[in-house]
């Protein structure tokens, strides 16, 4: 099946710095992929969609300076928190749609991101 | 606009009894549907998913869902409970192939 990967799994941060997440389909080609934020105790929310070789659509209330998203292959995209504050931590997932199964997401693992 | 809605953030059962986790959804045409599982601190694995064709699906782990119309619903079975079903599940649905989520259900074993 498909696998999409996400580094780091964790990373702890001091304020005001930028952090780098990367995911990654291990073995199909992902034109489109997804960056969703997770809150403890509550569903999975939205934050934008990335398709490759163009700019992402950000859902309303995200904001695009902060949270930046490359898509620059068809198997990498990455999300560069920005200046980074502890409102801030919170579990991030990215998922990858094969165009061949446009009906389904796989989902990466998570980077748990926590901001001191 | 699509919605889903799960009944019930919290569902306890006893180890080896049915368990039943509800999603009704709304949509205005033929959606597609998926239960996906959530263990602490890891991403989401896919259980099931209903797209066209048999309306009651089989899924990984002796979960099966069944699709039904009339109801807008897509509720997740298992027969018989198990310890390592402990999990978060979310019922989720498509629309213009982003997800839209429920707010998931947090499955209880009791020993």
């Known amino acids: 099946g498909a696998v999409v990967s996400q580094h780091p799994s964790r990373v702890i941060c001091k304020s005001g710095t930028s952090v780098k997440i990367e995911c990654r389909s291990l073995?199909?080609?992902?034109?489109?992929m997804f960056w969703y934020r997770q809150f403890p105790k509550q569903s999975l929310m939205l934050m934008a969609t990335?398709?490759?070789?163009?700019?992402?659509?950000?859902e309303q209330g995200v904001e695009k300076d902060k949270f930046l998203i490359n898509h620059a292959s068809l198997t990498l995209s990455t999300l560069t928190v920005t200046s980074a504050h502890p409102e801030d931590s919170s579990f991030y997932i990215c998922?990858?749609?094969?165009?061949?199964?446009?009906?389904?997401?796989?989902f990466g693992p998570g980077t748990r991101l926590t901001v001191l | 606009a699509q919605s889903v809605t799960q009944l019930g953030s919290h569902v306890s059962v006893s180890e080896g009894a049915l368990v039943l986790l509800r999603c009704n959804y709304s949509s205005s045409v033929p959606p597609y549907l998926f239960w996906y599982v959530q263990y602490p601190n890891q991403g989401l694995q896919l259980l099931l998913k209903y797209t066209t064709g048999a309306t009651l699906v089989k899924g990984i782990n002796g979960f099966e869902a069944e699709f039904k119309k009339s109801e807008t619903s897509f509720h997740l079975t298992k027969p018989s409970a198990h310890m390592s079903d402990a999990a978060e599940y979310f019922c989720?649905?498509?629309?213009?192939?982003?997800?839209?989520w429920g707010a998931g259900t947090k499955l209880i074993i009791k020993p």
């Open positions: 073995d199909f080609q992902a034109t489109t």
């Open positions: 989720a649905v498509t629309s213009n192939y982003q997800l839209i």
């Open positions: 998922s990858a749609r094969d165009p061949d199964l446009v009906s389904e997401q796989f």
């Open positions: 990335s398709n490759e070789g163009s700019k992402a659509t950000y």
